[in-house]
T-cell receptor, first 119, second 113 residues
Framework: DTGVSQNPRHKITKRGQNVTFRCDPI?????LYWYRQTLGQGPEFLTY????????KSRLLSDRFSAERPKGSFSTLEIQRTEQGDSAMYLC?????????????????FGEGSWLTVV | RKEVEQDPGPFNVPEGATVAFNCTYS??????FFWYRQDCRKEPKLLMS???SGNEDGRFTAQLNRASQYISLLIRDSKLSDSATYLC??????????????FGAGTRLAVHP
């Protein structure tokens, strides 16, 4: 499968524990995005990487959240001291820079998401 | 105020019905517009792009009114398989070196026999 891969797909954790999600983008894609989707809402932008550089972080990303993309390939999203409000689907997406100015929507590829339940 | 606003529904319609969804966006600098479809507990998938001239893809027609900052989606001859959540999506544009998609909360459609 050459699509965007996310792991784990499902995670149940106790409040206060740390969790980490991994995203493997399509191999030649240097742009990588994280979104969060809670029940009844659309996906909300969290952060963006261009290669290994994190170029934008949403205000939704509190101090407990950290995202990295150390070698410009896979990315991790860590949530420390999880709270029940963190329960959501975390979506990763990637795209090519050559598609930027001709962006047509079908050049950003979403992974299947990682579901987090905090109990 | 949310950047992209949609009626959450649900819209419950019989098979064969025509249903229309509307969406408004607040940023007049937005550059491109889309409708995505999302099935329960799945990732969103592009349904179609939206152009000022209007565009049609089979039973689906999308329309953009830039002056009113309004986007619509019309589904004709609804099928059971059309049951899903429809997300209105705005691209804030190629600023900062990348495209940033802003999603509405989605409109739920349930098509019944």
């Amino acid at each position: 499968d050459t699509g965007v891969s996310q792991n784990p797909r499902h995670k149940i954790t106790k409040r206060g524990q740390n969790v980490t999600f991994r995203c493997d983008p399509i191999s030649e894609h240097n742009r990588l995005y994280w979104y969060r989707q809670t029940l009844g809402q659309g996906p909300e932008f969290l952060t963006y990487f261009q290669n290994e550089a994190q170029l934008e972080k949403s205000r939704l990303l509190s101090d407990r959240f950290s995202a990295e993309r150390p070698k410009g390939s896979f990315s991790t999203l860590e949530i420390q001291r999880t709270e029940q409000g963190d329960s959501a689907m975390y979506l990763c997406a990637s795209s090519l820079p050559s598609d930027d100015k001709a962006f047509s929507g079908n050049t950003i590829y979403f992974g299947e998401g990682s579901w987090l339940t905090v109990v | 105020r949310k950047e992209v606003e949609q009626d959450p529904g649900p819209f419950n319609v019989p098979e064969g019905a025509t249903v229309a969804f509307n969406c408004t966006y607040s940023n007049s600098a937005s550059q491109s517009f889309f409708w995505y479809r999302q099935d329960c507990r799945k990732e969103p998938k592009l349904l179609m792009s939206v152009y000022s001239s209007g565009n049609e893809d089979g039973r689906f027609t999308a329309q953009l009114n830039r002056a009113s900052q309004y986007i619509s989606l019309l589904i004709r001859d609804s099928k059971l398989s059309d049951s899903a959540t429809y997300l209105c999506v705005v691209n804030k544009g190629f600023s900062g070196g990348y495209n940033k998609l802003i999603f509405g909360a989605g409109t739920r459609l349930a098509v019944h026999p």
